[in-house]
């Protein structure tokens, strides 16, 4: 393979050789430029010419302070970034000064708007805009709106399918004898973004507190636990911050998406599914679900997406580690701060399917354990993902709207770790026919749980189904507040409605795998309800479960009860069983009776993960019948909190003290303790450690910061160690004006 070197204006670059069916080398980096004559001459240049005496351009003023015009108009004051940044199909004005008055009877002179290393006027990447006298809405020109002595000022309208990214502006002047250009100015770079607030964009939103909540606001709230015992913690998004911006550009430059294709949401998104895991493409995180976390941050401790996309955008190297709510939350930080309105979506109870059958295979034992060995697939406690909205011209009419984005490697598509965009719309009616992944996602909140046991003769038999157990409950934050809204309902119909029957059979009539149940091989024992409770815990404590039985016949029962208490990962995958439990139950005619089993700290804590989850079987034998009952469910202990304070009143710009303490509760000594605090607009991350914090003291943890935003502010700390994680504290504060 030979290489042909060619110099440039930023470095020597080793160029592949063109390939057969292209002119020119894919242009797929933002970062990279051609180099632009300044002087473009037509032919032989005569003697006497001086570019002196022909109009010149002196200053081009771009008005892109946060107070201006431009910043305020367009939604992007907020970014931390000296350069212009406008919104896509909305007007923005530069000033330009020339080295006399402007003649338009003679004088001629264009905007040209560059973008990569090979800028094509087809593919968007140059944009050459003419002086007009009208702006058509949507689309490219410019037109004069004062004057004044050697200065004239221009309003630009950008196109509605404009690519997203930065260009570099040039002003071009006629001669008779060649083009003049202004030199190349870093200074009057324009980064273009999505604008939700125009109605001819893709992304367009029509409500404004809406696009409040989904675009501009920078922090969030992940939701996890358990359907039984909801948990909510803050997330920093951050898309405003420093380097933030350049970071998002960077990922898609990252996954070599062609310039050309940077306007179109969909797209962007898929792409960006692919790039947020570093499976196979080495991207941004790199996930971790076994518990062990070395030379790298364990996913609980992190508070925000601004490390990540910062760390990966000067290391270029997957940043470790990640668990789903981690990816989430840096493909949220992504998709607003391109101008995506997004949302972080959390499925409680979420099928984990590796075959996309709609049927999860738990398979049983003799004894009525579950076999371990042969069950593969999973129930995560919970699992998180996203939503971005945006029209879908490429599916019939109906299926815009939010689309869901996942980031998390679960499994591949088309070859990749990535997930979506796939309409909601779609999932809720069954229209998994329609592209990307939505038969996938459909599974994930509503597939059916199978317990199956395997006769000695290979035969399976089919014990007991539960039809509700997966995809119960799917909520996002609420808008404009930090409660939790509930979007159950825009995924499925209600359950056991005409409806969801409808949905279902519409998704298998569609490909998606369901294998039908014949009568013979499953009768369920229906005259014996079982059901199974956790008591509310705290970490350290012991607790009790209760397991009850309602005998709805006449007749006298005994079932024979195996209890399994598992310490599982969020995602249900089990590490160890701590805890096992037998005991003969006698079912009196027409009554319920309850059994209690006392769980003691002792014998969970040595083996216990980060987020606290158990998982309990109950199988019971009606041993008159032979029929088993079987019921699982998924509990979590109460996990203590950090307490954060701060002396006096915020000003914007004047030093303060902010406090955090933290008391341990275990019986035990904790080590190596990493704290780390952060807030947008307020102080960036800072993390510190500590040696070790015996068993009921308080840690006290005092951090001096300059807050530079005024307005309603969120402070997030977090606390990592081996034997202690997910552990938070959040408060909201009023930075004063100074």
Same mark, same amino acid.
């Given at each position: 393979?030979?290489?042909?070197?060619?110099?440039?204006?930023?470095?020597?670059?080793?160029?592949?050789?063109?390939?057969?069916?292209?002119?020119?080398?894919?242009?797929?980096?933002?970062?990279?430029?051609?180099?632009?004559?300044?002087?473009?001459?037509?032919?032989?240049?005569?003697?006497?010419?001086?570019?002196?005496?022909?109009?010149?351009?002196?200053?081009?003023?771009?008005?892109?302070?946060?107070?201006?015009?431009?910043?305020?108009?367009?939604?992007?004051?907020?970014?931390?970034?000296?350069?212009?940044?406008?919104?896509?199909?909305?007007?923005?004005?530069?000033?330009?000064y020339?080295?006399?008055?402007?003649?338009?009877?003679?004088?001629?002179?264009?905007?040209?708007?560059?973008?990569?290393?090979?800028?094509?006027?087809?593919?968007?990447?140059?944009?050459?805009?003419?002086?007009?006298?009208?702006?058509?809405p949507?689309?490219?020109?410019?037109?004069?709106?004062?004057r004044?002595?050697?200065?004239?000022?221009?309003?630009?309208?950008?196109?509605?399918?404009?690519?997203?990214?930065?260009?570099?502006?040039?002003?071009?002047?006629?001669?008779?004898?060649?083009?003049?250009?202004?030199?190349?100015?870093?200074?009057?770079?324009?980064?273009?973004?999505?604008?939700?607030?125009?109605q001819?964009?893709?992304?367009y939103?029509?409500?404004?507190?809406?696009?409040e909540?989904?675009?501009?606001?920078?922090?969030?709230?992940?939701?996890?636990?358990?359907?039984?015992?909801?948990?909510?913690?803050?997330?920093?998004?951050?898309?405003?911050?420093?380097?933030?911006?350049?970071?998002?550009?960077?990922?898609?430059?990252?996954?070599?998406?062609?310039?050309?294709?940077?306007? #179109?949401?969909?797209?962007?998104?898929?792409?960006?599914?692919?790039?947020?895991?570093?499976?196979?493409?080495?991207?941004?995180?790199?996930?971790?679900?076994?518990?062990?976390?070395?030379?790298?941050?364990?996913?609980?401790?992190?508070?925000?997406?601004?490390?990540?996309?910062?760390?990966?955008?000067?290391?270029?190297?997957?940043?470790?580690?990640?668990?789903?709510?981690?990816?989430?939350?840096?493909?949220?930080?992504?998709?607003?701060?391109?101008?995506?309105p997004?949302?972080?979506?959390?499925?409680?109870?979420?099928?984990?399917?590796?075959?996309?059958?709609?049927?999860?295979?738990?398979?049983?034992?003799?004894?009525?354990?579950v076999?371990?060995?042969?069950?593969?697939?999973?129930?995560?406690?919970?699992?998180?993902?996203?939503?971005?909205?945006?029209?879908?011209p490429?599916?019939?009419?109906?299926?815009?709207?939010?689309?869901?984005?996942?980031?998390?490697?679960?499994?591949?598509?088309?070859?990749?770790?990535?997930?979506?965009?796939?309409?909601?719309?779609?999932?809720?009616?069954?229209?998994?026919?329609?592209?990307?992944?939505?038969?996938?996602?459909?599974?994930?909140?509503?597939?059916?749980?199978?317990?199956?046991?395997?006769?000695? #003769?290979?035969?399976q038999?089919?014990?007991?189904?539960?039809?509700?157990?997966?995809?119960?409950?799917?909520?996002?934050?609420?808008?404009?507040?930090?409660?939790?809204?509930?979007?159950?309902?825009e995924?499925?119909?209600?359950?056991?409605?005409?409806?969801?029957?409808?949905?279902?059979e519409?998704?298998v009539?569609?490909?998606?795998?369901?294998?039908?149940?014949?009568?013979?091989?499953?009768?369920?024992?229906?005259?014996?309800?079982m059901?199974?409770?956790?008591?509310?815990?705290?970490?350290?404590?012991?607790?009790?479960?209760?397991?009850?039985?309602?005998?709805?016949?006449?007749?006298?029962?005994?079932?024979?009860?195996?209890?399994?208490?598992?310490?599982?990962?969020?995602?249900?995958?089990?590490?160890?069983?701590?805890?096992?439990h037998?005991?003969?139950a006698?079912?009196?005619?027409?009554?319920?009776?309850?059994?209690?089993?006392?769980?003691?700290?002792?014998?969970y804590?040595?083996?216990?993960?980060?987020?606290?989850?158990?998982?309990?079987?109950?199988?019971?034998?009606?041993?008159?019948?032979?029929?088993?009952?079987?019921?699982?469910?998924?509990?979590?202990?109460?996990?203590?909190?950090?307490?954060?304070?701060?002396?006096?009143?915020?000003?914007?710009?004047?030093?303060t003290?902010?406090?955090?303490?933290?008391? #341990?509760?275990?019986?035990?000594?904790?080590?190596?303790?990493?704290?780390?605090?952060?807030?947008?607009?307020?102080?960036?991350?800072?993390?510190?450690?500590?040696?070790?914090?015996?068993?009921?003291?308080?840690?006290?943890?005092?951090?001096?910061?300059?807050?530079m935003?005024p307005?309603?502010?969120?402070?997030?700390?977090?606390?990592?160690?081996?034997?202690?994680?997910?552990?938070?504290?959040?408060?909201?504060?009023?930075?004063?004006?100074?």
């Open positions: 393979m030979y290489r042909m070197s060619e110099t440039m204006s930023t470095n020597e670059e080793k160029k592949l050789p063109l390939n057969g069916r292209r002119a020119i080398p894919p242009n797929n980096s933002n970062d990279e430029e051609n180099e632009v004559p300044e002087m473009e001459a037509f032919g032989l240049i005569p003697r006497g010419f001086n570019p002196r005496d022909y109009l010149r351009v002196e200053d081009i003023y771009m008005f892109k302070d946060p107070h201006e015009i431009n910043k305020q108009e367009h939604h992007t004051d907020k970014y931390y970034n000296p350069k212009l940044i406008v919104r896509r199909g909305q007007s923005f004005q530069i000033q330009i020339f080295n006399r008055p402007y003649k338009p009877e003679t004088d001629q002179f264009w905007l040209e708007f560059l973008m990569g290393r090979y800028p094509q006027q087809n593919k968007g990447t140059y944009i050459p805009i003419l002086v007009g006298n009208v702006l058509k949507g689309q490219w020109g410019a037109k004069i709106i004062h004044e002595n050697n200065s004239i000022r221009l309003s630009i309208m950008s196109s509605t399918t404009c690519i997203i990214g930065k260009f570099r502006l040039y002003v071009a002047v006629l001669t008779p004898f060649g083009i003049l250009r202004t030199r190349r100015n870093s200074a009057t770079d324009t980064y273009i973004l999505f604008n939700p607030w125009c001819m964009d893709a992304v939103l029509d409500d404004e507190k809406e696009r909540e989904y675009v501009l606001n920078d922090v969030g709230i992940v939701f996890h636990g358990n359907v039984e015992d909801i948990k909510s913690r803050s997330w920093s998004y951050g898309q405003f911050e420093e380097n933030v911006l350049d970071a998002c550009l960077f990922l898609m430059d990252k996954a070599e998406l062609e310039l050309s294709g940077r306007g #179109n949401p969909i797209k962007i998104c898929r792409v960006a599914s692919a790039v947020i895991n570093s499976r196979d493409d080495n991207g941004v995180i790199a996930g971790s679900w076994n518990n062990t976390y070395d030379y790298g941050v364990a996913p609980s401790a992190w508070t925000g997406s601004v490390d990540i996309l910062l760390e990966y955008y000067s290391s270029k190297q997957p940043v470790r580690y990640g668990q789903c709510w981690v990816f989430a939350g840096v493909f949220n930080t992504f998709l607003r701060c391109l101008g995506i997004a949302r972080l979506i959390t499925n409680y109870s979420s099928a984990h399917d590796n075959n996309a059958n709609l049927r999860l295979d738990f398979f049983l034992d003799d004894e009525g354990k076999d371990t060995r042969l069950t593969k697939d999973s129930v995560w406690n919970y699992h998180c993902w996203n939503e971005a909205w945006m029209t879908r490429d599916l019939p009419v109906g299926f815009g709207g939010w689309q869901v984005v996942d980031g998390t490697p679960q499994e591949t598509s088309d070859g990749m770790y990535r997930c979506g965009p796939a309409s909601v719309q779609a999932i809720k009616h069954g229209h998994v026919c329609f592209q990307f992944d939505s038969p996938f996602v459909y599974a994930e909140v509503n597939s059916d749980i199978f317990y199956t046991k395997m006769e000695k #003769n290979g035969t038999v089919v014990e007991s189904i539960d039809t509700t157990h997966i995809g119960q409950l799917i909520v996002t934050k609420e808008v404009g507040g930090d409660g939790m809204m509930d979007i159950t309902a995924y499925k119909f209600r359950e056991g409605s005409d409806e969801e029957r409808l949905a279902l519409t998704a009539m569609y490909g998606v795998k369901k294998q039908s149940i014949q009568d013979t091989t499953y009768q369920p024992q229906t005259d014996v309800e059901d199974f409770q956790a008591q509310k815990a705290v970490l350290g404590n012991d607790f009790k479960v209760t397991v009850t039985f309602r005998n709805k016949s006449r007749n006298s029962y005994t079932a024979t009860t195996y209890l399994s208490g598992n310490i599982v990962f969020y995602t249900g995958v089990t590490k160890s069983e701590f805890k096992k037998s005991f003969s006698k079912l009196e005619p027409s009554s319920s009776s309850s059994f209690d089993i006392v769980i003691k700290s002792s014998e804590m040595s083996d216990l993960l980060e987020q606290a989850s158990f998982h309990f079987f109950v199988t019971a034998r009606i041993n008159e019948t032979g029929k088993i009952l079987a019921v699982q469910k998924a509990t979590v202990l109460e996990i203590p909190t950090l307490r954060i304070k701060t002396k006096g009143e915020l000003v914007a710009g004047k030093e003290s902010v406090i955090v303490e933290f008391t #341990n509760p275990l019986k035990q000594t904790l080590e190596n303790v990493t704290l780390r605090l952060e807030g947008p607009g307020v102080l960036r991350t800072i993390k510190k450690q500590f040696g070790r914090i015996p068993m009921n003291s308080t840690l006290t943890w005092e951090v001096k910061c300059i807050p935003r307005g309603l502010r969120k402070l997030i700390a977090s606390l990592s160690c081996d034997a202690l994680r997910h552990v938070y504290g959040e408060l909201n504060v009023q930075v004063q004006k100074p």
